[in-house]
């Protein structure tokens, strides 16, 4: 039984920068999103005491603040002791969405310090200021925050692959199979871009490894001759120990070898022992192949020739992975792409009851604005979001997703990354 | 694929020397000195390097090609116990500091320090005090205490030509260049020479004293010596496979260390 729902008007509202803080339990500062503090440390400083104050009124009767609800402002709290992680937002998203923001901005503090190691520094001394561990990643934390801004991958926990012909990514697959002598290699992924061509990893870490991939210092060292090695805490795989991510750019601007490797100190590669999948993908002209590949790997939403059809979001619920066409008119706009995404976050958040909806998950979750239809669609292999014109009848809106549902099908072996070698 | 099997010191064949760069976080110019070296570049406010990079440079010394093979670390203090594992078996080290901030040369004299109890015995060390630049208008080599030139380079046009002695402290209403200066050469001359290491200022930005820095390290390297490891080990620079001679114990003690911080 198909639920439905008519929203009758979302006003065409704006999308002021979500504000993040992050806080001690002792009330101390460890990043702001704020980029101009300078002006006004003070106020931070006292805008955080604020926050600890009202954490604690909570913690005082054994319960827990989730949200505050201001106008159309929501600021929402998630307590990770010793951490607090605050956001304000006008976005009207629905509050499950933050809730996966700020546990990101959480994962990726516990990347650069690891969950054993905060524990024991606010064990020894509860008032430590972390940013002095913590120096040098407030980019990272920024990328991050444009990332969950734009990436519906990370709202989703899943994974965008570049699309690719099948017999090209396990050529590449096999080549990235690292040789026999070097052990303790946990796995090796190729990313395009910011897509990724094999993997078998966590969607929440591989985001943060990702994340932290894009971090200019390491990108804008692409010298033919340079490689990184970084310590990482991925804290699905383990919270309390690092990796050592060794990765090295090569062919164009952003194509990486990543290669986290447990207990393997970092090695000169040397034209020699790691670098082969390197040589070996530039020797058989791989490499070639797959950046031709990337600059193919959009399409538009008229490639499926689906009337009336915007935009849509294919999640394939077996492969953890999304696909979905490049964003066209009229969601190039910045804040009519935000405007979308949230609209996809709610649907998201109804479709699973996120926000502990009373009436329980749905099937099928049906969107009428001014500018769009929007439906989600469940079902056992795959979740589907798609985005159509406004005024069309709901039986050309099912028959269009049904139809999104057989391209995806038939283009599947190109789209997602159904099988990697394992070592 | 580079095979050094066949190496047995001939002329042609580049020599591996591992070189690994140390100095206190908040851009001292640590990677920036590494990408003049290597790119010939300068790019103004880089973003902190994360873990550690490496990158090779192939330097001519008299009849010898040098392949530098070099670590460039990053600086902030949550990787200080990854050190270990980049100047562990290495031939060379260039410890920075920044020469308008008094505080890094503390930073670099503890990195002296543990390189000297902890590294390889036969490490060359190099202290670079870097952003010269910051420090003298004009591109003249040498002697600093006398910027009689009028600025060369297009930022900043000073004319004040200070004491090079003057500290901040003493002369804190002076405008002039040398005001920046927090270490003045001489002291940190001094302590180079008494501390047993080759000793440069340096300007990443104007390329200043960047080439002497690798070129002084080739001179001091004893050469024979890695030739003759490179002969029996496996690869140059490359963890393991050395003589149980001299570096070789200290070498695994260090690896252990290393895996110990990591783990933890």
């Known amino acids: 039984m198909p639920h439905l729902h008519e929203l009758p008007h979302l006003p065409n509202i704006a999308f002021p920068p979500r504000e993040y803080f992050i806080l001690t339990n002792a009330g101390k500062p460890v990043f702001t999103s704020r980029t101009h503090v300078e002006d006004s440390s003070d106020d931070l400083t006292s805008a955080m005491g604020l926050m600890q104050a009202l954490i604690s009124v909570f913690a005082d009767d054994g319960d827990k603040i989730r949200c505050i609800n201001a106008g159309r402002t929501r600021i929402s709290f998630l307590l990770r002791s010793p951490l607090y992680y605050v956001c304000v937002s006008s976005w009207r998203e629905p509050e499950s969405v933050i809730r996966v923001h700020l546990d990101y901005l959480h994962q990726q503090i516990l990347s650069v310090v690891t969950a054993s190691q905060l524990r024991k520094i606010f064990e020894r001394r509860n008032n430590f200021d972390l940013r002095r561990l913590l120096d040098g990643t407030d980019g990272i934390l920024h990328l991050l925050l444009s990332r969950l801004e734009q990436d519906v991958g990370l709202t989703t926990g899943s994974l965008g692959a570049v699309r690719l012909d099948h017999s090209v990514r396990s050529k590449a697959g096999d080549l990235l199979v690292p040789p026999k002598d070097l052990r303790d290699v946990l796995y090796v992924l190729l990313l395009l871009a910011p897509c990724l061509v094999k993997q078998s990893i966590h969607p929440s870490d591989l985001h943060v490894l990702l994340n932290t991939l894009s971090a200019p210092s390491l990108s804008s060292n692409s010298a033919p001759s340079s490689s990184s090695w970084l310590p990482i805490c991925l804290p699905k795989y383990n919270s309390d120990g690092f990796l050592h991510v060794y990765v090295t750019f090569f062919g164009g601007k952003s194509e990486a070898i990543v290669d986290p490797s447990a207990a393997l100190p970092p090695t000169p590669i040397s034209g020699s022992d790691g670098s082969s999948s390197n040589t070996s993908l530039r020797s058989t002209g791989l490499l070639n192949a797959l950046i031709t590949a990337s600059g193919r790997h959009g399409y538009s939403t008229n490639d499926l020739g689906v009337p009336g059809l915007r935009h849509f979001l294919y999640k394939s619920r077996s492969h953890v992975q999304i696909t979905m066409p490049v964003w066209e008119e009229p969601y190039e706009i910045p804040d009519e792409r935000k405007r979308l995404i949230t609209l996809y976050q709610c649907v998201h958040d109804a479709l699973h009851a996120r926000s502990g909806q009373a009436q329980g998950p749905l099937k099928l979750h049906f969107l009428r604005t001014e500018k769009e239809i929007v439906m989600g669609w469940v079902t056992q292999p795959f979740e589907l979001i798609v985005t159509l014109l406004p005024h069309l009848p709901k039986s050309a809106v099912v028959g269009a997703a049904n139809a999104v549902a057989k391209w995806v099908k038939k283009e599947e072996g190109r789209l997602f990354i159904r099988d990697a070698p394992v070592f | ?264």
């Open chain 2, 1 to 264: 694929m580079a095979d050094t099997g066949d190496a047995s010191g001939s002329t042609d064949k580049p020599i591996q020397v591992k070189l690994v760069l140390l100095g206190e976080a908040s851009s001292v110019g640590k990677s920036s000195i590494v990408m003049r070296f290597v790119n010939n570049e300068f790019h103004d406010n880089k973003d902190p390097t994360i873990g550690a990079a490496f990158l090779t440079q192939k330097c001519r010394f008299e009849d010898r090609v040098l392949r530098y093979e070099i670590w460039d670390t990053a600086g902030q203090e949550r990787f200080h116990s990854l050190a270990p594992m980049y100047y562990r078996n290495a031939q060379a080290a260039v410890v920075v500091y920044d020469i308008t901030k008094a505080s890094s040369l503390d930073k670099a004299k503890s990195w002296v320090k543990e390189l000297q109890r902890q590294a390889n015995p036969n490490i060359v060390i190099a202290l670079a005090g870097n952003k010269l630049d910051l420090v003298k208008p004009a591109s003249s080599s040498g002697d600093d205490s006398e910027p009689s030139t009028p600025p060369a380079t297009p930022h900043e046009s000073e004319d004040e030509a200070d004491d090079a002695t003057a500290t901040p402290g003493e002369n804190p209403a002076s405008p002039g260049v040398e005001s920046l200066r927090q270490v003045p050469k001489e002291e940190a001359q001094a302590y180079a020479s008494e501390a047993g290491l080759l000793f440069f200022e340096t300007s990443a930005k104007s390329g200043e004293g960047i080439l002497e820095v690798f070129t002084e390290i080739a001179k001091k390297i004893p050469i024979e010596h890695i030739l003759s490891s490179t002969r029996t080990g496996s690869r140059g620079g490359a963890a393991a496979g050395g003589r149980p001679a001299d570096g070789a114990v200290n070498l695994e003690a260090g690896g252990a260390r290393g895996k110990d911080a990591c783990n933890c």
